[in-house]
C-alpha cells in the first residue's frame, strides 16, 4: 500500500490549508485512514480519522477548525485546516490501519507551517 501526501506549505496563522492523501487502494479495504502529526521535539499524535462507514474522530485540539474528508473516486482522504494557529505547525502524515490495527501503513509526510 502507498500513500501519497500532499498540500503542506507555509501559512500565517488564521489561515487555512487543505492536505491530500491518495491511497493505492479503494479506502473501504480500510479499517480507517486519517491524519497525525508531529511537532518538533514532540511524540506523533493523531489528528483525525475516518472510517468507512463516515464515522470521524478528532484530537480535541483540532475540533471545530479542521475537518476530514474522502472522494472514494479517487482513494482520497483529505484534511482542510482552518483557522491555523502557530502550534499546529508540524510535519503531518497520513495514515491508514488494516482491521484489528494488523497492518498499519504511513505517508512520507507533508510540513505545515504556521507563521505568527
Known amino acids: 500500500v502507498q500513500l501519497q501526501a500532499s498540500g503542506g506549505g507555509l501559512v500565517q496563522a488564521g489561515g487555512s490549508l487543505r492536505l491530500s492523501c491518495a491511497a493505492s487502494?479503494?479506502?473501504?479495504?480500510?479499517?480507517?485512514v486519517g491524519w497525525y502529526r508531529q511537532a518538533p521535539g514532540k511524540q506523533r499524535e493523531l489528528v483525525a480519522t475516518i472510517t468507512p462507514g463516515g464515522s470521524v474522530n478528532y484530537a480535541d485540539s483540532v475540533k471545530g477548525r479542521f475537518t476530514i474528508s474522502t472522494d472514494v473516486a479517487k482513494n482520497t482522504v483529505h484534511l482542510q485546516l482552518n483557522n491555523l494557529k502557530p502550534e499546529d505547525t508540524a510535519v503531518y502524515y497520513c495514515?491508514?490501519?488494516?482491521?484489528?490495527?494488523?497492518?498499519?501503513?504511513w505517508g512520507q509526510g507533508t510540513l505545515v507551517t504556521v507563521s505568527s
Open positions: 487502494r479503494k479506502l473501504a479495504t480500510f479499517n480507517a
Open positions: 495514515n491508514a490501519d488494516s482491521a484489528s490495527n494488523l497492518y498499519i501503513w
